[in-house]
């Protein structure tokens, strides 16, 4: 037995999604050209410190792990084997990052809003209107799982690249091995501890600090190449191709480490809501796409020169007096890469609960100023627990890099395949050209998907597990709202039905002066508080007004499309319907929205500064009744334990709530 208030919200149709905004310049700071550019400018750094993070520090450890002596499927260090490994970073890294999200999928978006999430409410917004709606459907759910996958990505991506930069201690000081693993955990420790002050303030800096990392790496890169700048030649396709198909039995193998050059892709399709699309391709293609090539033909050049350098090439690019600073800003690189994992999380559970995938959850806005900046406790310290013990059980980046490439391939092959089915059906793409596109890029996906599933007893397993058990929750959670709303329209019965008995006169009832808002989940059955309240205490206020609360499925709805109102076929008895309207990006502040009611269309004044607001707390009981098999009803029960308070969740004041208990059986 449990309890919930208000499980979820209902979704409506919106309109649809748009061209990718770009806040490069606010009208402001557009008047002179001058301002114009500085604006800009401060965007793309803003995107350097965000976005990113954990694709730029992907240099710390793809080649390391790719010639890692103890993989079970080792790739032997030579001169050919080299030129194709780095030939084949080069190459993946412009086919899945370069093309795949910077030149396509970043131009499919939600209001602007990108990643897995838009193209799951753009599914959910023409499902009901499609001419394939099964074929919706399914592709919205395998969305889903992609989102379920960003979950196990936001639990290793903070272990793998803190663990990463940290062993470079190894390399500085032999002696130090032991400490690696008790500094990194120290480090997440203090990470997960300062999540809930917010990154306003560290945000500022984090753009300047990942300029100077991709400033470093690439200076670093080209030490290295200037040394042995034959490696150069790996820029050519020829190597990549010839590396597969003369060497496939060890370039397949090779794969699985190789895909840990794109870890973060997904980031700068994710962010596009706040950086735009031409902030984040700038910041890619004029800074970090150079640093992170320099690097990787930089440390395989290292590896040419001496083969003992695959231990660490990364760190063994710069002298020894450069080890230990390099290490310190590895460390700040990973740990802001590790932030905007993190805050990602926040984000796609803060959208899953919004679109009834996971229920209410308590959501603290961290900044005045900007509204992406969330803390979701329950989430924070679901992560924090689930990366400290990845950091134990592991104890190494390459360890771990087993478990990383599952994630990665698992979440670009579906949003691959999204974006083409999107293309074809919203921009009446021709078929043809979608094969074009899709073909070769599905297929370079399910390539590296192969070839991460012979990783699978070795680590591979964890990232499936975490983003099946994530899927399974958010399936049941939905399922289960859907069995409690029709009990819930059943017990409460038709509102229209119940207001004209209030304006007949056949249920007798007492009207008492001041305001009451009662929160209802729609327009099609009477609040379980108001008719409570009715039929027990045989009274009603003089002013009623019943709020449906709806989460559209775009990020942020305008403010005077926020509230229509409704009369219910009576203009004079005081009772007015409302419907308040959010993105699934806001938080709904039912106060907010409702003083923005004009007063002619609310029967009178509606005094918000001492109204009564009433809630419906619903305990739930396991039932019978065969909607669900009985495990799922069990984690449903057990699910609906983390809900947040409703009263805080949707801003009413405390002093003035009142609560109103039923039950129903699941």
Same mark, same amino acid.
């Given at each position: 037995?449990?309890?919930?208030?208000?499980?979820?919200?209902?979704?409506?149709?919106?309109?649809?999604?748009? !061209?990718?905004? %770009?806040?490069?310049?606010?009208?402001?700071?557009? /008047?002179?050209?001058?301002? /114009?550019?500085? $604006?800009?400018?401060?965007?793309?750094?803003?995107?350097?410190?965000?976005?990113?993070?954990?694709?730029?520090?992907?240099?710390?450890?793809?080649?390391?792990?790719?010639?890692?002596?103890?993989?079970?499927?080792?790739?032997?260090?030579?001169?050919?084997?080299?030129?194709?490994?780095?030939? @084949?970073?080069?190459?993946?890294?412009?086919?899945?990052?370069?093309?795949?999200?910077?030149?396509? !999928?970043?131009? !499919? %978006?939600?209001?602007?809003?990108?990643?897995?999430?838009?193209?799951?409410?753009?599914?959910?917004?023409?499902?009901?209107?499609?001419?394939?709606?099964?074929?919706?459907?399914?592709?919205?759910?395998?969305?889903?799982?992609?989102?379920?996958?960003?979950?196990?990505?936001?639990?290793?991506?903070?272990?793998?690249?803190?663990?990463?930069? +940290?062993?470079?201690?190894?390399?500085?000081?032999?002696?130090?091995? &032991?400490?690696?693993?008790?500094?990194?955990?120290?480090?997440?420790?203090?990470?997960?501890?300062?999540?809930?002050? #917010?990154?306003?303030?560290? #945000?500022?800096?984090?753009?300047?600090?990942?300029?100077?990392?991709?400033? +470093?790496?690439?200076?670093?890169?080209?030490?290295?190449?200037?040394?042995?700048?034959?490696? @150069?030649? !790996?820029?050519?396709?020829?190597?990549?191709?010839?590396?597969?198909?003369?060497?496939? /039995?060890?370039?397949?193998?090779?794969?699985?480490?190789?895909?840990?050059?794109?870890?973060?892709?997904?980031?700068?399709?994710?962010?596009?809501?706040?950086?735009?699309?031409?902030?984040?391709?700038?910041?890619?293609?004029?800074?970090?796409?150079?640093?992170?090539?320099?690097?990787?033909?930089?440390?395989?050049?290292?590896?040419?020169? %001496?083969?003992?350098?695959?231990?660490?090439?990364?760190?063994?690019?710069?002298? %020894?007096?450069?080890?230990?600073?390099?290490?310190?800003?590895?460390?700040?690189?990973?740990?802001?890469?590790?932030?905007?994992?993190?805050?990602?999380?926040?984000?796609?559970?803060?959208?899953?609960?919004? *679109?009834?995938?996971?229920?209410?959850?308590?959501?603290?806005?961290?900044?005045?100023?900007?509204?992406?900046?969330?803390?979701?406790?329950?989430?924070?310290?679901? *992560?924090?627990?689930?990366?400290?013990?990845?950091?134990?059980?592991?104890?190494?980046?390459?360890?771990?890099?087993?478990?990383?490439?599952?994630?990665?391939?698992?979440?670009?092959?579906?949003?691959? *395949?999204?974006?083409?089915?999107?293309?074809?059906?919203?921009?009446?793409?021709?078929?043809?050209?979608?094969?074009?596109?899709?073909?070769?890029?599905?297929?370079?996906?399910?390539?590296?998907?192969?070839?991460?599933?012979?990783?699978?007893?070795? #680590?591979?397993?964890?990232?499936?597990?975490?983003?099946?058990? $994530?899927?399974?929750?958010?399936?049941?959670?939905?399922?289960?709202?859907?069995?409690?709303?029709?009990?819930?329209?059943?017990?409460?019965?038709?509102?229209?039905?119940?207001?004209?008995?209030?304006?007949?006169?056949?249920?007798?009832?007492?009207?008492?002066?001041?305001?009451?808002?009662?929160?209802?989940?729609?327009?099609?059955? $009477?609040?379980?508080?108001?008719?409570?309240?009715?039929?027990?205490?045989?009274?009603?206020?003089? /002013?009623?007004?019943?709020?449906?609360?709806?989460?559209?499925?775009?990020?942020?709805?305008?403010?005077?499309?926020?509230?229509?109102?409704?009369?219910?076929?009576?203009?004079?008895?005081?009772?007015?319907?409302?419907?308040?309207?959010?993105?699934?990006?806001?938080?709904?502040?039912?106060?907010?929205?409702?003083?923005?009611? &004009?007063?002619?269309?609310?029967?009178?004044?509606?005094?918000?500064?001492?109204?009564?607001?009433?809630?419906?707390?619903?305990?739930?009981?396991? #039932?019978?009744?065969?909607?669900?098999?009985?495990?799922?009803?069990?984690?449903?029960?057990?699910?609906?334990?983390?809900?947040?308070?409703?009263?805080?969740?949707?801003?009413?004041?405390?002093?003035?709530?009142?609560?109103?208990?039923?039950?129903?059986?699941?």
């Amino acid at each position: 037995m449990t309890n919930q208030q208000e499980p979820g919200t209902a979704d409506t149709p919106g309109t649809a999604g748009t !061209a990718a905004s %770009d806040p490069d310049v606010s009208p402001a700071s557009a /008047h002179t050209p001058h301002a /114009h550019n500085s $604006a800009k400018l401060a965007v793309v750094v803003g995107a350097l410190g965000v976005v990113f993070g954990d694709i730029g520090t992907s240099p710390l450890y793809t080649l390391q792990t790719v010639f890692n002596p103890e993989d079970p499927h080792p790739v032997p260090v030579s001169t050919n084997n080299v030129f194709g490994v780095v030939s @084949l970073i080069f190459w993946s890294v412009m086919i899945i990052v370069t093309v795949t999200y910077i030149l396509l !999928a970043m131009r !499919a %978006d939600n209001d602007g809003e990108g990643g897995v999430m838009a193209l799951i409410t753009l599914l959910r917004r023409w499902r009901s209107t499609h001419p394939s709606r099964r074929a919706a459907i399914v592709l919205a759910s395998v969305g889903l799982f992609g989102a379920s996958l960003f979950f196990g990505d936001g639990m290793i991506t903070p272990a793998i690249s803190v663990l990463s930069a +940290v062993e470079g201690l190894k390399v500085v000081e032999p002696s130090l091995t &032991d400490y690696v693993v008790p500094i990194t955990a120290v480090i997440i420790v203090i990470l997960f501890m300062v999540q809930r002050r #917010g990154t306003e303030s560290v #945000g500022r800096v984090f753009g300047p600090i990942m300029i100077v990392w991709f400033a +470093v790496i690439g200076a670093c890169g080209i030490s290295g190449i200037v040394e042995h700048p034959g490696i @150069l030649k !790996a820029l050519s396709p020829t190597y990549a191709i010839g590396f597969l198909t003369g060497h496939f /039995h060890i370039a397949f193998f090779a794969l699985a480490a190789i895909v840990l050059a794109v870890t973060g892709a997904e980031a700068l399709y994710a962010d596009m809501g706040h950086f735009g699309r031409r902030a984040i391709s700038r910041g890619w293609l004029f800074l970090v796409l150079p640093a992170c090539t320099l690097s990787y033909f930089g440390q395989g050049a290292l590896i040419l020169e %001496d083969n003992k350098n695959i231990s660490s090439p990364f760190f063994l690019l710069v002298p %020894d007096w450069g080890r230990l600073p390099l290490v310190l800003l590895a460390t700040a690189a990973t740990v802001i890469a590790s932030q905007a994992v993190i805050t990602g999380a926040y984000s796609v559970a803060s959208q899953a609960a919004q *679109l009834g995938y996971l229920p209410r959850l308590r959501v603290a806005h961290t900044s005045p100023t900007t509204m992406g900046q969330i803390y979701v406790p329950f989430v924070n310290w679901l *992560l924090f627990a689930s990366v400290l013990t990845l950091i134990f059980a592991f104890r190494s980046s390459a360890a771990l890099a087993y478990a990383y490439g599952m994630t990665v391939t698992g979440t670009i092959t579906i949003t691959t *395949l999204l974006f083409f089915y999107v293309a074809h059906y919203r921009w009446n793409v021709p078929k043809w050209l979608i094969a074009l596109g899709a073909v070769p890029l599905l297929s370079v996906d399910a390539l590296f998907i192969a070839a991460n599933l012979t990783k699978l007893v070795h #680590g591979a397993w964890l990232p499936l597990l975490i983003a099946l058990t $994530a899927f399974t929750v958010m399936t049941t959670w939905q399922r289960g709202r859907e069995v409690v709303t029709a009990e819930r329209e059943q017990a409460e019965g038709p509102l229209q039905e119940f207001i004209d008995e209030l304006g007949s006169g056949e249920i007798p009832v007492r009207t008492v002066p001041g305001t009451a808002v009662f929160l209802n989940r729609g327009n099609v059955s $009477a609040p379980l508080a108001l008719r409570a309240n009715v039929e027990h205490n045989q009274v009603r206020h003089e /002013h009623v007004v019943i709020v449906a609360i709806t989460t559209e499925p775009v990020p942020r709805v305008a403010e005077d499309q926020r509230v229509t109102v409704n009369d219910l076929g009576y203009g004079d008895d005081g009772i007015t319907h409302v419907t308040a309207k959010f993105g699934y990006m806001e938080n709904p502040n039912v106060p907010a929205a409702l003083a923005r009611l &004009d007063a002619a269309a609310t029967e009178g004044t509606i005094d918000l500064d001492n109204a009564s607001y009433f809630l419906s707390k619903i305990e739930l009981r396991r #039932g019978k009744a065969r909607t669900m098999a009985g495990w799922r009803k069990q984690l449903f029960l057990a699910t609906s334990h983390i809900t947040a308070d409703a009263a805080e969740y949707f801003g009413l004041p405390r002093d003035r709530t009142v609560i109103i208990g039923s039950h129903i059986e699941v």
